[in-house]
Antibody, heavy 123, light 107 residues
Framework: QVTLRESGPALVKPTQTLTLTCTVSGFSLDTSGIYVSWIRQPPGKALEWLAR???????FFSTSLKTRLTISKDTSKNQVVLTMTNMDPVDTATYYC???????????????WGQGILVTVSS | DFQMTQSPSSLSASVGDRVTITCRTSQSISTYLNWYQQTPGKAPKLLIY???NLQSGVPSRFSGSGSGTEFTLTISGLQPEDFATYYC?????????FGQGTRLEIK
């Protein structure tokens, strides 16, 4: 079955770089029409999309965060890695990775999600 | 970026009630609108895609409608497990965006 699992540090200091890994199973990152996104959710707040890595190696980033984000893929390890530089306490959130795929008429949905990882930014 | 506005932000209702949540977008997105349900401590779950299509396994008491810039999620006959937070999400743009969420609470 399809699963995604986020891993990384639970605590980072301000100004540090955060590296999160999404390890997937049950599907291939190279399958046509498959994408993996990162989404975050500060405590008690709404979901915020961060970045996406496509099966064909296209990458897309949130307009507001694109200068701080990089995303990469390691197909051999079934992993998608997100890095976010210059972390700040306002970046404290649960970070999710999710599989995306096209459904009706090109509409792309987030159909499977990881359980999320809470990252706290504090000195 | 496409701005998404949900209303209401929170809603109190009783088991058996019918409730409607609205999502408005800053620009037309045709029917590229999806709905997710999130319960505390859990990841969101896809409910409805492309405005009105139920994801596999989602009960038929959930329905969606709309097009362009205004969309609705309706739950007919609320069940205890439906009390959760609901998010709309547009996929018209490559840079997807979510609404701010609607928290549905038990009255």
């Amino acid at each position: 079955q399809v699963t995604l699992r986020e891993s990384g540090p639970a605590l980072v200091k301000p100004t540090q770089t955060l590296t999160l890994t999404c390890t997937v199973s049950g599907f291939s990152l190279d399958t046509s029409g498959i994408y993996v996104s990162w989404i975050r959710q500060p405590p008690g707040k709404a979901l915020e999309w961060l970045a996406r890595y496509d099966w064909d190696d296209d990458k897309f980033f949130s307009t507001s965060l694109k200068t701080r984000l990089t995303i990469s893929k390691d197909t051999s390890k079934n992993q998608v890695v997100l890095t976010m530089t210059n972390m700040d306490p306002v970046d404290t959130a649960t970070y999710y990775c999710a599989r995306m795929r096209a459904v009706v008429a090109g509409n792309i949905v987030l159909d499977y999600w990881g359980q999320g990882i809470l990252v706290t930014v504090s000195s | 970026d496409f701005q998404m506005t949900q209303s209401p932000s929170s809603l109190s209702a009783s088991v058996g009630d019918r409730v409607t949540i609205t999502c408005r977008t800053s620009q037309s997105i045709s029917t590229y609108l999806n709905w997710y349900q999130q319960t505390p401590g859990k990841a969101p779950k896809l409910l409805i895609y492309a405005t009105s299509n139920l994801q596999s396994g989602v009960p038929s008491r959930f329905s969606g409608s709309g097009s362009g810039t205004e969309f609705t999620l309706t739950i007919s006959g609320l069940q205890p497990e439906d009390f959760a937070t609901y998010y709309c999400q547009q996929s018209y743009s490559t840079l997807i965006t979510f609404g701010q969420g609607t928290r549905l609470e038990i009255k």
